[in-house]
């Protein structure tokens, strides 16, 4: 004897309301891991990130011994610092392009970032090595001249800075 099922009661539709929920949880993890960033556990860790802390004021007086044309003013949000250079806009005018940011507090050598209830990033904590790493991929100041100014970095983090970097040693 042959015994088909029924086609109507086949498939998803018929989970109760726990194994749906289960199903769906599962779904949204496997989209959620997509969206998170490369390397994510690293960028997260706010310790690793700390290295050699800097304050701001320090880190605006350094970037002017680097480089005297670099321009560091008030920024458009509260408390920031917009770091800006000389340059050729798109509408051929000569005026201060937009380079980078920080904010007007000790900033940690690495950036990290925060994350969500979810796991996805949310905001970074801006570090002073990445203001600096800005500036030499607009080739506004060259690895040599970061170097001897702010130095090697050194720890777990220091290999994430020479692989953006190696390109521009």
Not at 45 to 59: C, E, I, S, V
Not at 70 to 95: H, L, S
Not at 104 to 124: A, C, N, W, Y
Request: glycine share 8%; aromatic share 6%.
């Amino acid at each position: 004897m042959l015994i088909q099922p029924d086609k109507s009661q086949l498939g998803d539709s018929h989970l109760d309301e726990v194994e749906n929920l289960s199903k769906l949880k599962e779904g949204n993890a496997v989209r959620t891991e997509k969206l998170k960033v490369h390397d994510q556990a690293t960028l997260e860790n706010k310790d690793m990130a700390l290295g050699t802390p800097m304050g701001w004021q320090d880190l605006v007086r350094l970037l002017a011994k680097m480089n005297h044309k670099i321009i560091c003013e008030d920024g458009g949000m509260k408390d920031a610092i917009a770091v800006r250079y000389p340059a050729m806009q798109e509408d051929g005018v000569y005026d201060k392009k937009y380079v980078t940011g920080f904010y007007k507090e000790v900033l940690p050598e690495f950036s990290h970032i925060t994350t969500d209830e979810r796991g996805l990033p949310k905001r970074e904590v801006r570090g002073w090595r990445t203001v600096v790493l800005a500036l030499i991929r607009q080739g506004i100041v060259s690895y040599r001249d970061a170097v001897e100014v702010f130095g090697e970095p050194n720890g777990v983090r220091s290999g994430r800075w020479h692989e953006l970097l190696q390109n521009s040693k």
